[in-house]
């Protein structure tokens, strides 16, 4: 299979249109579709393309059928096209630990990326995910070792699961948040642990769980 990086540049942005598409959609582009984002002069020009992808190896094609586009690895095997989040670090779901960093790094979790359905994407745009360190949300089947997925936010509802940021201590914690007055309430799901109270100004949201991906013994 030729190397990626020798395609021609309509070749390299077809590919990327292809990817990009069943990320954002769940499905492949059709034919015309290819046409129009990539701003080529016919479908028969597409087509030809396609043809030469899927005989390198780079794709697997079915003309038959006006969705039928299936991205291959490098090993010749379908890729998923469920899109990916990145996990950029830890959470603690018991005593608050340090600070996560949400910036585009090395992750410390066994695994660097997660996917997430693609309707969650697209519901709530912008996600990363957590590895969880503590069973203080078990009775919520959030478990050590699982992967909460979270969408960025600064505000939340009663009752909502929160990555929680105590300023002053700069440490983290997972639980559910319940404003009382000038304090709040970080409950965890585990009947064997007690509440975090702390006061309103020394709590920041830095985000909401909208998806939890289970580990698997």
Known sequence: ????????????????????????????????????????SSTSVVDYNLRVLDRDGY????????????????????????????????IAAGSPIPAFSTEEAGSSAEFDTVEVPTELQRRHGKLFGLAV??????DALIDDGDVVVIKPAQQAEPGEMIVAWLKDEEEATLKRYYPEGKRVRLQPANRLMEPIYCDASNLEIKGKVVEVIRKFA
């Open 1 to 40: 299979m030729t190397s990626k990086k020798q395609l021609p540049p309509r070749r390299q942005r077809i590919l990327a249109y292809i990817q990009e598409f069943l990320t954002d959609n769940g499905v492949p582009p059709t034919v015309r579709d290819i046409q129009k984002a990539c701003e080529i």
């Open 59 to 90: 794709l697997n094609r079915r003309p038959d059928m006006a969705r039928g586009i299936e991205l291959l690895d490098k090993a010749g095997n379908p890729l998923s096209s469920a899109p990916r989040v990145q996990i950029v670090g830890i």
């Open 133 to 138: 360190k503590g069973t203080s949300m078990i």
